[in-house]
């Protein structure tokens, strides 16, 4: 840790007042125009991503829980709250490759169903260290993706593609088994019923 000494300077403002305006200045730019140290093309990445979750988000939200645990025509993720599980299993292990330079997806995964609050919050919590790392990403990186080398950007297009793979899923699945689709998420999209 480096401890840098105060300098003292002898001009009509105190130094830390210039310092703690400059910063309220940043922080008040930032909130809004939304501006990280993000790179362009991660930025415009980490927004199709939070339009991407925000559709989870919705159903987590605006379903009941028997809808969430509704049975549904498919193997082992076969519930919705399954599905918003193992996204979190998914995304854990993208973030985690950002750092390891590695997916790795372990051997098989675990699945819990977790109440609605804690499925919403880890996820808050994934998005959180997603961010803060695309923020000291410069977009070269290179992850091995199952013994190919993908570039952070195609690492981040996977992690999208699986999060609207199970939004479509979802979707259908509501239909088929009488589920209604949330105002808030089928009018935005244009969809029937």
């Known amino acids: 840790m480096v401890h840098a000494k105060k300098i003292i300077l002898h001009v009509p403002v105190?130094?830390?007042t210039l310092v703690s305006q400059s910063l309220d200045i940043i922080q008040s730019y930032k909130k809004t125009f939304g501006g990280t140290n993000m790179i362009e093309s991660l930025k415009a990445?980490?927004?199709?991503?939070?339009?991407t979750r925000?559709?989870?988000?919705?159903?987590?939200?605006?379903?009941?829980d028997a809808?969430?645990?509704?049975?549904?025509?498919?193997?082992?993720?076969?519930?919705?709250r399954l599905q918003a599980y193992e996204l979190t299993l998914f995304?854990?292990?993208?973030?985690?490759?950002?750092?390891?330079?590695?997916?790795?997806?372990?051997?098989?995964?675990?699945y819990e169903n977790w109440s609605k609050q804690a499925l919403a919050e880890r996820m808050a919590d994934l998005d959180a260290q997603l961010e803060k790392l695309l923020e000291t990403l410069d977009g070269t990186e290179i992850i091995d993706y199952f013994g190919e080398k993908r570039n952070v950007h195609q690492i981040i297009s996977v992690m999208i593609g699986?999060?609207?793979m199970h939004v479509g899923q979802i979707i259908a699945f509501?239909?088929?088994t009488g589920i209604e689709v949330p105002k808030s998420?089928?009018?935005p999209m244009a969809l029937e019923g």
């Open 14 to 16: 105190k130094y830390d």
């Open 45 to 51: 990445l980490h927004a199709d991503w939070k339009e």
């Open 54 to 64: 925000s559709i989870i988000l919705g159903f987590l939200e605006e379903l009941s």
């Open 67 to 80: 809808d969430l645990d509704k049975i549904l025509p498919r193997k082992v993720l076969n519930t919705i």
């Open 91 to 110: 995304q854990r292990d993208i973030v985690n490759s950002l750092t390891t330079k590695v997916v790795d997806f372990g051997d098989e995964y675990l």
């Open 162 to 164: 699986h999060e609207n």
């Open 174 to 176: 509501c239909y088929a």
């Open 185 to 187: 998420i089928s009018e």
